[in-house]
C-alpha cells in the first residue's frame, strides 16, 4: 500500500475511503479519474450500492475496485442494515466515506459510527432546496442563481456544515436537463479537490463553520 511521508518522521498509511452510490456514478467517475491521477493522497477501497443495477458498479468494475452491494430488503430493518454495512466498512478498515449519489438516508447510527467522516454533495445552494431533485425544486421555485454543495454529513438530511459551494447561474432557456449538465461540470471539479483537502486533513470543522487550509476551493465560476 502506498504511504504518505510523515513530516514528524516515520510513514503514515493513506485513507481508505470508499464511495455510496446508487445510480449513474458519473460523480464516482471523476474521483476515480482524480485517484488515477494522484490528485487524491487516499484509497478508494469499496463501491457500496444499494441497488444491484447501478450504473455505477460497472464503472467500479472497469476500474478494478472492490463492490459491496447491500440491498435494504434482505434486511429486517435499517438497523440491521446499516449494522451490516458499518461492519463491512470496519473489517475493510475504511476510515472515510464518500455519498455521490446515493438515494438512502443514512440514520444517526451509522452517522455517529462515521462522524465527520462522511461527505455528501447536493446539486443546489443549500440550505436551499435539500432533498432528492434540488435542481427541479430551484428551477421550479425561478432562482436565477443555483449551484453545487459539498457538505459534511450529520444527523440531518442535507444540513451538516459546509465545506464547499459554488454558485451557477440559471438561464430563462434553462431545462432541468440544461441545468444539470452544468451543475455536474462543476461537480466533477469541486468534489474531487474537496476530497483531496479532506483526506489531507485541511477541512477544520469548527461547528457549523468549515475552513479549508489551501483555500483552492469554493470560487465562483
Ligand atoms: C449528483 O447530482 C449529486 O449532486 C447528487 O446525486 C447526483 C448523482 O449523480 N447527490 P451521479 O450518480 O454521480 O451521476
Known amino acids: 500500500m502506498a504511504r504518505i511521508n510523515n513530516p514528524r518522521g516515520g510513514v503514515l498509511s493513506p485513507p481508505l475511503f470508499a464511495v455510496f452510490c446508487s445510480g449513474f456514478g458519473s460523480n464516482l467517475q471523476a474521483i476515480i479519474g482524480a485517484v488515477r491521477r494522484k490528485k487524491m493522497r ?16 460497472v464503472r ?25 454495512l458499518v461492519r ?14 446515493f438515494m438512502r438516508i443514512l440514520s444517526p447510527y451509522f452517522v455517529r459510527c462515521y462522524r465527520q467522516r462522511i461527505v455528501n454533495i ?11 431533485d434540488g435542481i427541479a425544486a430551484a428551477l421550479a421555485h425561478g432562482v436565477k442563481v443555483s449551484g453545487v454543495t459539498v457538505h459534511v454529513v450529520d444527523q440531518r438530511v442535507d444540513h ?4 464547499a459551494q459554488q454558485a451557477i447561474d440559471v438561464r ?16 466533477y471539479r469541486i468534489y474531487p479537490r474537496v476530497l483531496s483537502a479532506w483526506f489531507e ?13 489551501d483555500g483552492n476551493t469554493g470560487s465562483k465560476d
Open 88 to 101: 463491512q466498512l470496519r473489517a475493510r478498515k475504511i476510515t472515510h466515506v464518500v455519498l455521490a449519489g
Open 60 to 84: 467500479a468494475r472497469r476500474a478494478g475496485i472492490a463492490i459491496l452491494v447491500v440491498d435494504p430488503a434482505d434486511f429486517s430493518d435499517r438497523s440491521g442494515y446499516e449494522k451490516y
Open 42 to 57: 487516499a484509497v478508494l477501497a469499496l463501491v457500496v450500492s444499494d441497488r444491484a443495477d447501478a450504473f455505477a458498479l
Open 201 to 213: 486533513n485541511k477541512v477544520v470543522i469548527e461547528g457549523r463553520k468549515v475552513r479549508i487550509d
Open 172 to 187: 430563462p432557456e434553462d431545462t432541468r436537463d440544461s441545468l444539470a449538465q452544468r451543475i455536474h461540470r462543476v461537480e
Open 122 to 132: 447536493h446539486p443546489s445552494l443549500l440550505p436551499a432546496f435539500p432533498g432528492k
Open 160 to 163: 451538516g456544515p459546509i465545506i
